[in-house]
């Protein structure tokens, strides 16, 4: 390790600062003023400069990731109990809310409150030490919560250290960890395609993120952070929580999107209104506003009952729920032949929506809710979020309800059900199960995967129906004159999916491999697999343990792709789309070449004119892995000289550095790439 010069220092203290700037540019204000590619950029070599001088800041964007997985989460004791929060189901209760503050502090006077929405997710605890996070905790029962710093610092909106104000001694900030509801769709999707469970909401998505002991699998999803409270605190006091959030907002920690600072009841319920008005533009799920007495000394007068401030109420939303009858459950049988139980309920309106469908997600949701046909259920409505049952009324039940048993044969062709090794997941077997081959074509035919427009799911139908698609690959041998018989299509329709269908045949690796629906290669895994092979003929017959040196691809996924190309009937399938006109580039692949890195590990020094501009050359270097350097020393590598060099020449001339051309640079990443 070499001695870190003044300047080097400097450089390190320079770019943590500025990353740390763009990464709250990017994620508290949602409006970055760099590039990602100039963003990556700077963290590459701020890393490097790290690992050469082992010079490391707390605040380093690099200490966002990269901690080992832990057995256990440990133990912290909060230096203040985390209280939770009182109730409030109607204005009048929000009435009743004010006029209790008033009692209690013997006054007629209007009180200032603040009202924010209630988010949706879990409450954490932030330490900060001298302006640096040092632990970051659960709420757990109150007192004492869980250790999860590893975790927290993989979320970009979270500062790791205090800045733009003097920063106190210590100070406990809380706030809320969630998880948008696009996040948490997309989440869930991709959970469902791949056969895995769904979570029933964004506050179990977001819980199940942070409990994880591996916080490299917590950095894979997009959680957000709110910050609305304060704890212990050493060396600075707030007036009012205003004044707190104003302080929050000015050293860049993320605060609620929408708060307001009103007097008085009336005035509070209209905030109250306001929050529910917007509620379906907020990206996050809310369930409610939180109504707070502002000034602080007042907030001490009124203290806690047992758990709870009597300075603070929490007005929930009328929940967008409904009681209904269980009619029907039936198990539906999906792409990859994973069978989920389906309620069909008894129409009901629920938030201005009628709703007759509800997943039930698994037998294990079956059994520990105990769901019954024939039960009286409530059925709740969460954001956009498919419908689901929350719970049985017990008391109605007549006797007469029946058990729902997962199914012993595929409901839809016959074939034996499998319950997944240790998963609670039930799978038809079938191969040629039409529920899956028509879903199979659907997710073929779909957007993100070859992308063919004018073929939705009831076109799919239809041509499946008619015997024209009995496989993705009858796609390419569908002709005109066999659509336009069909009752949904004219001349100008079917020409358009003809076109769709001959411009769909140009795709990428990535592309189509996802399209192929292999049982858990989502999107990102296909993309993974594209980036390691160049052709898809490299993975005909491939062995599990060659896809599992890809990082990233564990076991479950390495067999299951494996078992695809081991089989000579999906070779044949793969066969027969080339030869039908499918033709795969793979973009990707090349990408992993540059990404090789040729470079790796060389510092380079530029001395005198060169035929390129010298920032040219700097990023040349560094996208292939190199590391461009401004001061020469023991440990450059290579001097690149160009014309009219300066004192660096002499200098790399006596401390032995290699002295390279332009030319011989280039032939270097040429040769070793
Ligand atoms: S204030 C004593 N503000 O609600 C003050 N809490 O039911 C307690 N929550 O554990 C917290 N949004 O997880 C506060 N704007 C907000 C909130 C909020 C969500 C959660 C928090 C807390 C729970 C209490």
């Not at 990859?336 to 009628?354: Q, S």
């Not at 358009?496 to 049982?519: C, P, Q, V, W």
């Not at 499918?582 to 530029?606: H, M, Q, Y």
């Amino acid at each position: 390790m070499e001695k870190i010069p003044a300047n080097i220092k400097h450089e390190i203290e320079k770019l943590v600062k500025d990353l740390n700037y763009h990464c709250y540019r990017y994620y508290v204000l949602d409006s970055p003023v760099i590039s990602d590619e100039e963003y990556d950029k700077q963290y590459r070599h701020l890393k490097e400069l790290e690992e050469k001088y082992n010079y490391v800041l707390p605040d380093s964007p690099t200490q966002r990731v990269g901690a080992p997985p832990l057995d256990r989460f440990e133990k912290v004791k909060h230096t203040e109990p985390m209280l939770s929060l009182d109730n409030a189901f109607s204005h009048d209760e929000v009435r009743e809310f004010d006029e209790r503050v008033k009692r209690f502090l013997k006054s007629d006077k209007d009180v200032e409150y603040t009202v924010e929405p209630k988010y949706d997710g879990l409450a954490m605890e932030l330490t900060y030490r001298n302006g640096i996070l040092i632990k970051a905790s659960t709420r757990g029962d109150g007192v004492e919560g869980e250790d999860v710093t590893v975790n927290i610092k993989t979320i970009k909106a979270v500062p790791l250290k205090i800045e733009e104000v003097d920063a106190p001694e210590e100070i406990d900030i809380r706030g809320e960890i969630y998880m948008d509801i696009k996040e948490f769709e997309t989440l869930n999707r991709e959970r469902e395609k791949e056969g895995g469970p769904a979570f029933a909401n964004p506050r179990n998505a977001a819980a199940g993120a942070i409990r994880q002991l591996d916080s490299s699998i917590t950095a894979k999803r997009k959680l957000h952070l709110a910050c609305y409270g304060i704890g212990a605190a050493k060396g600075i006091a707030f007036k009012s929580q205003w004044e707190f959030i104003q302080w929050l907002k000015k050293s860049r920690f993320p605060v609620p999107s929408l708060i307001r600072r009103v007097t008085g009841a009336d005035k509070v319920i209209e905030v109250i209104r306001e929050i529910e008005e917007k509620r379906s533009t907020f990206p996050f799920e809310a369930d409610g506003a939180v109504i707070k007495v502002n000034d602080f000394e007042l907030q001490k007068s009124l203290g806690i009952k047992t758990r709870e401030p009597r300075w603070a109420t929490a007005y929930k939303f009328p929940a967008h729920q409904g009681i209904t009858k269980i009619n029907e459950i039936i198990a539906s049988v999906g792409r990859t032949g994973t069978i989920t139980p389906v309620a069909f309920l008894e129409p009901v309106r629920i938030g201005g929506v009628t709703v007759s469908r509800s997943t039930l997600h698994n037998w294990d949701e079956i059994g520990r809710k105990d769901i019954r046909v024939g039960d009286t259920v409530v059925v709740e409505r969460a954001g956009d979020v498919i419908p689901h049952v929350v719970s049985v009324i017990t008391e109605k039940r007549t006797g007469r309800e029946k058990h729902f048993s997962p199914p012993k044969k595929c409901p839809v062709c016959g074939s034996a059900v499998e319950r997944d090794e240790g998963g609670v997941a039930f799978r038809c077997i079938g191969l040629n199960c039409t529920a899956q081959v028509q879903q199979r074509i659907g997710h073929y035919v779909s957007r993100t995967a070859m992308d063919i427009e004018g073929l939705g799911e009831k076109n799919v139908e239809l041509l499946y129906s008619r015997g024209l698609i009995k496989h993705f690959v009858d796609i390419y041998r569908l002709k005109k004159e066999d659509l336009l018989e069909l009752p949904r299509y004219a001349e100008k329709s079917a020409q358009n999916l003809m076109d769709a269908i001959e411009k769909s045949k140009h795709t990428t690796l990535a592309r189509f491999l996802y399209s192929l629906g292999i049982l858990h290669v989502g999107e990102y895994a296909a993309k993974l697999l594209a980036r390691n092979f160049e052709d898809i003929g490299d993975l005909y017959h491939v062995k599990p343990e060659r896809i599992m040196e890809i990082k990233q691809m564990g076991e479950k996924i390495a067999g299951s792709i494996a078992l695809f190309f081991d089989d000579p009937e999906n070779i044949h399938t793969l066969r027969t789309l080339q030869s039908l006109g499918v033709k795969i580039s793979n973009p990707d692949f090349s990408k992993e070449k540059e990404a090789k890195r040729p470079l790796e590990g060389l510092t380079f020094v530029i001395t005198g004119t060169l035929p390129r501009p010298r920032n040219e050359i700097e990023e040349l270097i560094e996208q292939n892995g190199g590391h461009a350097s401004g001061s020469i020393s023991k440990s450059t590598d290579y001097l690149l000289l160009g014309e009219d060099p300066g004192s660096k020449f002499k200098k790399a001339q006596s401390l032995g550095v290699k002295i390279i051309s332009f030319d011989e640079l280039a032939k270097m990443i040429e040769e070793r790439a």
